[in-house]
């Protein structure tokens, strides 16, 4: 335990965990006061929003984040020529698709509000071009920009609450993310160049060619991870309208905190993994195990809760006016189970440079995710559209298994078996201290507690 508490592996763990609930916290503070604040109507419009610059943000490269991470915890001395190298491809392609938004949004929206919501929220490409956060997961410093994730979750609550005080205030609820992130970001650079004394070295076309070349298959998968993620919402505006979006966003945006802690786990991992399989391949694949195990410990747990405590999380965040959000997240719980298991096996496939499989099991997603949406959505409303993504998860998880298989080994139905009792224990126990009439704070430790006997084993595997 001594070693383990001086561990750089521990060290960064607890840093990114403990910043993660912190952030999610405010997340859900900030979130459910700007859905109450802004109504149904304003809320899913900001979503709209995003979603469309979500798709612009497809020319920015994403692949190249992931790319350079690797490649930064494979040689190390090679990180002020990535940082030039990713920064500045990103952010001429950043203005690329700005330019592109421009174009939709005169071109193609004939109303007045959508195109205004849409080249606000695209703003935020500019942001996400300039992030320097990958470096330093990369070196392994994930603990930096956690504290720096907390420092911005702070400024953006404080700024929420002070600033966006009525539906009016719809455009300054969805600009206010991008100057506080444009200054954490100097932050970073500022961080990498005078304290981690990184030397940058400036590319040749060659090598810039070569890293597009590279991160090609990982960045057409997150081309597609962008598309799947988005296409229900806009299928649902086109079809039901921005009220209902709003609707459906609210147990959308639930889904999308509960899902987060996979890419935390792969912040913290992902570069160890990464090493290890250029090194020491059993080693890797040992701990891949491990990793993919920790996730099903994880989604079974949280899945639980959002099966049986729906009503009162929707009522708890957002309020009556949105109640109608409460099957859509009962539905999505099921999302959850295949999402950890999804994000935990694939996550050991690019570690060991499997990115083209990568590739085949989005693409199977983004089939599900926009033929479901086009399917379901006219015939079920928005109902459909959580099924929908219901099954993305599940279509790519079918797909990845025998790739895993191959790399990796073992599938460990036995780490799925004990902690979906678990969460049966979970989902009993919730369902029965409601019925005895007691209340969301008490239910919730005390149904947490069922779940201990089940995967304490696993969770003792894992500390040793």
């Not at 959308?252 to 090493?275: C, H």
């Not at 009522?315 to 950890?340: E, S, T």
């Amino acid at each position: 335990m001594d070693r383990l508490r001086r561990s750089s592996l521990f060290l960064n763990l607890f840093s990114v965990a403990g910043a993660a609930v912190l952030n999610r916290l405010i997340g859900l503070v900030t979130l459910g006061y700007a859905a109450r604040v802004l109504g149904p109507e304003n809320y899913g419009l900001v979503g709209y929003g995003l979603s469309v610059a979500a798709y612009a943000g497809i020319l920015v490269s994403p692949g190249l984040l992931t790319w350079g991470t690797r490649e930064v915890a494979r040689d190390r001395a090679q990180a002020g020529k990535m940082v030039l190298l990713v920064t500045l491809t990103r952010l001429v392609l950043a203005f690329v698709a700005y330019a592109a938004l421009v174009v939709l949004a005169f071109g193609f929206l004939a109303e007045r509000s959508q195109r205004a919501i849409v080249l606000v929220c695209g703003l935020i490409l500019f942001h996400t071009a300039l992030s320097a956060d990958w470096v330093l997961n990369g070196l392994e410093l994930m603990r930096v920009p956690a504290l720096l994730s907390v420092i911005n979750a702070v400024v953006y609550a404080v700024a929420l609450l002070t600033l966006v005080r009525s539906p009016e205030n719809v455009y300054i609820y969805a600009l206010i993310r991008v100057p506080i992130g444009l200054i954490l970001s100097g932050i970073v650079y500022g961080l990498l160049f005078k304290r981690v004394r990184v030397q940058l070295a400036w590319p040749g076309f060659r090598e810039a060619r070569q890293a597009l070349l590279a991160s090609l298959p990982l960045g057409l998968t997150m081309a597609l991870v962008v598309i799947l993620h988005y296409a229900n919402n806009l299928i649902v505006q086109a079809y039901l309208g921005m009220a209902v979006l709003g609707i459906f966003l609210a147990a959308y945006s639930l889904l999308e905190l509960a899902t987060q802690l996979p890419g935390i786990l792969a912040t913290v991992f992902l570069p160890r993994l990464a090493r290890c399989a250029a090194e020491a391949t059993l080693q890797a694949r040992q701990e891949a195990l491990l990793f993919a195990r920790v996730h099903m410990v994880a989604a079974f747990f949280v899945a639980a809760f959002f099966l049986a405590e729906a009503p009162a999380l929707i009522g708890i965040v957002y309020g009556v006016k949105y109640a109608a959000a409460v099957p859509y997240l009962r539905l999505m719980a099921f999302a959850i189970v295949f999402n950890y298991a999804i994000c935990g096996y694939t996550n050991c496939l690019i570690s060991f440079s499997k990115d083209r499989v990568m590739l085949g099991v989005v693409t199977a997603c983004t089939i599900v995710s926009v033929g479901g949406g086009f399917l379901l959505v006219p015939r079920m409303g928005a109902l459909g559209a959580a099924l929908v993504i219901t099954c993305i998860d599940l279509a790519g998880w079918l797909v990845s298994l025998p790739h895993y298989r191959r790399a990796i080994g073992s599938l460990q139905f036995r780490a799925w078996l004990l902690p979906a009792l678990g969460g049966a224990a979970i989902v009993c126990a919730s369902l029965l201290f409601r019925h005895i009439g007691w209340p969301a704070w008490a239910r919730l430790p005390l149904s947490a507690l069922a779940y201990a006997p089940f995967v304490l084993q696993d969770i003792r595997g894992a500390l040793k």
